[in-house]
């Protein structure tokens, strides 16, 4: 009997910028900001004026014309300074208030495996947290 998949298993990223396109609130702490503007040089103020679009009080990156974020262009420009959001996609703690939310983001991730027990994908996506 094959043993039940684990971490990465149960994603593999295909490199297609899926998980970059659409409005889904990429938040950006004080920190990030910060990072990311000195990365594209622009001091923080104009980094929020600029890149920024709010959900609430919060500031999320924002979304570009072709529905990708702003810093898609066939790959990520901010990739060394990319927002703590992005970097532990799919492994985010909704998933462990609500394995639903795998299966949500599954929809538009190629690389998402849903063919697996809930309680594997809860198991997973905590491991891959622990280790971040």
């Known amino acids: 009997m094959p043993s ?9 990223c295909r490199m297609c910028g899926d998980c ?18 000195a990365y594209v040089g622009v001091d923080a103020q104009r980094f929020i004026e600029d890149y920024c679009q709010f959900s609430g009080r919060r500031p999320v990156l924002a979304q570009a014309e072709n529905g990708y974020c702003v810093f898609w262009d066939g790959k990520c420009g901010i990739h060394p300074v990319k927002p703590r959001m992005c970097r532990q996609w799919p492994y985010l ?9 795998w299966h949500a983001m599954a929809d538009s991730c ?4 849903t063919d697996v027990d809930d309680a594997v994908i809860r198991e ?8 971040r």
């Open 110 to 113: 190629p690389g998402m495996r």
């Open 93 to 101: 703690e909704s998933v462990l208030v609500d394995v639903a939310n």
């Open 20 to 37: 970059c396109r659409g409005y889904g609130g990429t938040f950006v702490s004080p920190e990030e900001i910060r990072a990311i503007a």
């Open 124 to 131: 997973c996506v905590a491991r891959m947290l622990e280790r």
């Open 4 to 12: 039940e998949p684990r971490g990465r298993e149960i994603f593999t």
